[in-house]
């Protein structure tokens, strides 16, 4: 974990990973705890509320090409790692994953582990997508790679 800061594309890309993956699109219900007015909207208090994670995640005013993966998203003009307000993959307000720490840690060092260890490849005429399985969590669709011992 000490290397993190000075990998900062590889923490970009695991960052740009979370937010086009898009993995729960739907947040866990919330309630209003008091009156409130959000874009014009009244909400009065006790009303129940489920925030959509992926409005924010691709916010065309938040990220500059929201459908589209790219690390750059966090990378400052120095190639510096940025936080984005925008990001969150693990849930919005007060109530957010209580993992979010150690999962974040864990990504890093299950990717990092990954890359070092193995090559990844596809098999000839395999095309790989993007595209997702949505239900209640987004799942990729089946796929095939190769992986070779470096």
């Known amino acids: 974990m000490a290397d993190r800061p000075n ?23 919330r309630m209003a705890a008091k009156d409130t007015t959000l874009g014009g909207y ?7 509320l489920m925030p959509i994670l992926t ?11 929201p459908d589209t993966f ?7 003009s120095e190639g510096k ?3 984005k307000e925008a990001f969150l993959p693990f849930s919005a307000g007060k109530c957010v994953c209580l993992g979010e720490s150690l999962a974040k840690m864990e990504l890093f060092l299950f990717l990092v582990g990954l890359l070092q260890k193995f ?10 997508s993007t595209e997702g399985i ?17």
């Open 81 to 83: 790692f940025l936080k």
């Open 119 to 128: 090559s990844f490849s596809v098999p000839d005429g395999v095309e790989l």
């Open 7 to 29: 990998l900062p594309y590889t923490d970009a890309a695991i960052h740009e990973i979370q937010r086009y993956g898009n993995i729960v699109p739907l947040n866990g219900f």
């Open 134 to 150: 949505t239900g209640t969590t987004r799942v990729p669709h089946p796929f095939k790679v190769y992986t070779k011992v470096r």
């Open 55 to 65: 409005s924010v995640l691709f916010k065309k005013t938040e990220w500059e090409t």
């Open 70 to 76: 790219n690390p750059g998203h966090f990378l400052n």
């Open 42 to 48: 009244f909400i009065p208090k006790g009303t129940t």
